[in-house]
C-alpha cells in the first residue's frame, strides 16, 4: 500500500504512506519517518506488534483516514486509525483485552519494524523553566521531559525545525475529557537517529477492557507558536475543551498592578536566613503597606504570601500572626485594593486520613477527589472570602504548587478511581475555583496553567519565580509569555516580581517598565527601592492604568 497526501490549507508539506510507515516532508526534505505501530507499557510487561495489517481506507467531510491492525500477543484487537485533515494528521491507537496499562511509547512498537527517524535539527521547549527565546531551542538529540513545573501543566506539544528550510512541524498529544490520566510527555533519544514519544500514566489512572490512547497531533506551518497555538485550538475542536476566557468579562480590577510581599518577608528576616515565613504577620504587612503610602505606590492586589496559615492543608488563618484578618481586608478595601491568599496546593499537613492519599500508613498529598476534603474545601473557602460574620473577607487565591502531585512510585491512590495525572490537577483546580466563584463571583484564581484543557478554572495566569542567578528576566517574561498566550490568547497575566535580584534597584525598575507591555504588573518587594524609585515604578503603573485598567 502507497499513498501520498499533500495539505490544502498548508502547501509545502506532504506525507507519505508506505510500508506502515509515516513519512513526512516539507517540500523536498524529509521531516520524520514513523512506524505506524506504538507500544504499551502493562502491568505485565511492554508488548511488540508481531505484524502489521492494512484495513483499508475511508473519506468523510474531507478527511481520510487509514486503518491497520496488529497482531499482537498482550491484546485481543488492537488497531491504529491515522487521520489525514486539510492542515494537520491525527494518529489513535485503539485496544481490547489484556493488561492495565502503564504509559506508551509512541512509534516503538513493532518486533520487527525499524525505529522512527529524525531529520530535523531543533525544537522548541516549552518548559521555559529560566531561559530566553534563543536558548529554549534545543537542538535534538537530547531527552526532552515536559512536566508540570512553572507551567502547571503546559502544554504537552513540541515545535521541531527543519535546519534547512522555515518549515516547522510539531507534535502534540492529547486526550478526550476525564481521559488525561498523564502529567508528562517526553522526548526520547537513541543513535543513530531514532526518537519516539513516552506517555507515561499516573498513580491511579484505570482503563477498560476497550480503551482509545491519548491523540497524537502533528502539525505543520513556519511558526512555534503559531503551532501551539493551533495544538490548542485541535485541542478545543476535537475533543471540545472549554474556550480560552472572554475578557470583556474581567472585572477591571483583576488587571490592576499587584504587590505581592514575598521578598519583603525575605529582607525582613534577613536574606537566605530561612525563616522568611515566620515573617508573614499582620504587623509587617501593615507596615508594607505604610511605607508604600508614604512613598505613593498604589497596587490595587495586595497578595499575603507564604505562611499566613496554622497549617498549609487547612487553610486556617494563624492567630498569632493575623490577630484579626478581616480587618485588615476590611482596611484595604476601604483604600480601594483587594487582598489575596497564597494558597500551597497538596499539602497534607493538618488533614485526616480520610482527606490525603496515603501511601504505607503516611499521608502524601491532600485527596481533591476526597468527599471530607473537598467538605473542608467548601468551609473553609467559604469563611476566607465570604462576607459575613466570623469571615475574612478576602477576595481571591494565588494558587501555587499545583505540580507537587502525588509521587508515581507511592502505592496510593485517589478516593474516586482513575482520576489521575492531568485530571486529578483539573479536579482540584475546578473544586476551588467553583466553590471560591460561588462565595464571591468576582473572586480573583491566580493559577500557573498553561494547557487548553484548563481553561475553565482560572482567572489570570501567572508567569512563575525567576532564577535569582538569571540577568535576563525580561527575555524570560517575554518568552513565557509568548507561550501562554498561543495557549490563551487573551490570557490575563500576572508578570510576577523581579525582586528575586535582591539588592539590584535597576533591574527591578527595568523588570516593572518592561511588564506593563507584557501583563499586569507585580511587585514582590520594597526594601532594595527609595521612595524615589517606588515614585517611579507608581509612574509607570499609571501609564498603564490610563491604558489597561479602567477603574470601576
Not at 395 to 422: N, Q, T
Request: aromatic share 14%; charged share 25%; with cysteine.
Amino acid at each position: 500500500m502507497r499513498r501520498e497526501f499533500t495539505f490544502p490549507d498548508r502547501p509545502g508539506f506532504r506525507l507519505l504512506v508506505e510500508n506502515g510507515r509515516l513519512d513526512f516532508f516539507a517540500a523536498d526534505w524529509q521531516l520524520f519517518s514513523f512506524p505506524v505501530s506504538s507500544a504499551v507499557e502493562t502491568d505485565a510487561g511492554t508488548d511488540a506488534d508481531l505484524s502489521l495489517y492494512y484495513s483499508g481506507e475511508t473519506e468523510e467531510n474531507g478527511v481520510t483516514k487509514l486503518v491497520w491492525r496488529a497482531e499482537n500477543a498482550l491484546w485481543e484487537k488492537k488497531e491504529y486509525v491515522v487521520s489525514v485533515c486539510r492542515d494537520h494528521v491525527s494518529y489513535e491507537m485503539r485496544v481490547q483485552g489484556g493488561g492495565q496499562p502503564k504509559g506508551i511509547l509512541y512509534f516503538r512498537g513493532g518486533a520487527n519494524s525499524p525505529a522512527a527517524r529524525y531529520y530535523v535539527s531543533a525544537c522548541l521547549y516549552c518548559q521555559a523553566e529560566d531561559m530566553d527565546y534563543e536558548r529554549e531551542k534545543r537542538f535534538v538529540g537530547q531527552d526532552l521531559f515536559m512536566y508540570p513545573g512553572m507551567a502547571s501543566p503546559p502544554p504537552f506539544v513540541f515545535p521541531f525545525f527543519n535546519d534547512c528550510n522555515d518549515s516547522v512541524m510539531a507534535l502534540g498529544v492529547a486526550a478526550e475529557r476525564g481521559k488525561n490520566v498523564y502529567s508528562r510527555l517526553n522526548v526520547r533519544y537513541v543513535k543513530p537517529q531514532a526518537m519516539w514519544l513516552e506517555l507515561p500514566f499516573d498513580t491511579g489512572a484505570a482503563f477498560e477492557t476497550q480503551w482509545t490512547a491519548p491523540t497524537v497531533w502533528f502539525g505543520f506551518g513556519d511558526s512555534d507558536f503559531g503551532l501551539i497555538a493551533e495544538y490548542a485550538d485541535w485541542c478545543r475542536a476535537y475533543f471540545g475543551y472549554p474556550a480560552p476566557p472572554d475578557p470583556a468579562r474581567q472585572p477591571a480590577w483583576w488587571k490592576r498592578p499587584i504587590f505581592c510581599g514575598w521578598l519583603e518577608q525575605v529582607f525582613i528576616m534577613g536574606n537566605g536566613s530561612g525563616r522568611t515565613k515566620q515573617a508573614a504577620t499582620q504587623v509587617n504587612y501593615e507596615a508594607m503597606i505604610a511605607r508604600m503610602d508614604r512613598a505613593g505606590l498604589d497596587p490595587g492586589i495586595i497578595i499575603i504570601d507564604d505562611k499566613w496559615q496554622t497549617d498549609y492543608g487547612t487553610m486556617e488563618p494563624d492567630a498569632d500572626k493575623w490577630p484579626d484578618l478581616r480587618a485588615f481586608c476590611d482596611r484595604r478595601h476601604a483604600e480601594g485594593r483587594k487582598v489575596l491568599l497564597w494558597w500551597r496546593l497538596w499539602a497534607p499537613d493538618g488533614l485526616s486520613d480520610t482527606e490525603c492519599i496515603r501511601d504505607a500508613g503516611v499521608n502524601v498529598t491532600a485527596d481533591p477527589t476526597s468527599p471530607a476534603y473537598r467538605e473542608r474545601l467548601e468551609t473553609v473557602i467559604r469563611r476566607l472570602l465570604g462576607s459575613g460574620k466570623g469571615c475574612m473577607d478576602c477576595d481571591g487565591f494565588k494558587l501555587d504548587y499545583i505540580y507537587r502531585l502525588p509521587p508515581s512510585d507511592i502505592c496510593g491512590a485517589p478516593y474516586e478511581p482513575g482520576v489521575a495525572g492531568m485530571e486529578l490537577m483539573h479536579r482540584y483546580y475546578e473544586t476551588v475555583y467553583r466553590i471560591a466563584k460561588s462565595v464571591k463571583p468576582d473572586a480573583l484564581i491566580n493559577t500557573s496553567v498553561a494547557h487548553p484543557y484548563f481553561a475553565d478554572v482560572f482567572d489570570q495566569i501567572r508567569l512563575h519565580d525567576y532564577n535569582a542567578a538569571q540577568r535576563s528576566t525580561v527575555s524570560i517574561m517575554r518568552f513565557r509569555a509568548a507561550f501562554v498566550r498561543a495557549v490563551f490568547p487573551n490570557a490575563l497575566i500576572d508578570t510576577d516580581g523581579a525582586n528575586f535580584f535582591t539588592g539590584n534597584s535597576q533591574h527591578i525598575l527595568y523588570h516593572n517598565r518592561a511588564a506593563v507591555s507584557v501583563g499586569v504588573p507585580s511587585l514582590y518587594g520594597l526594601w532594595p527601592l527609595t521612595d524615589e524609585e517606588l515614585r517611579e515604578i507608581q509612574s509607570v503603573w499609571d501609564e498603564y492604568e490610563k491604558r489597561f485598567v479602567e477603574i470601576e
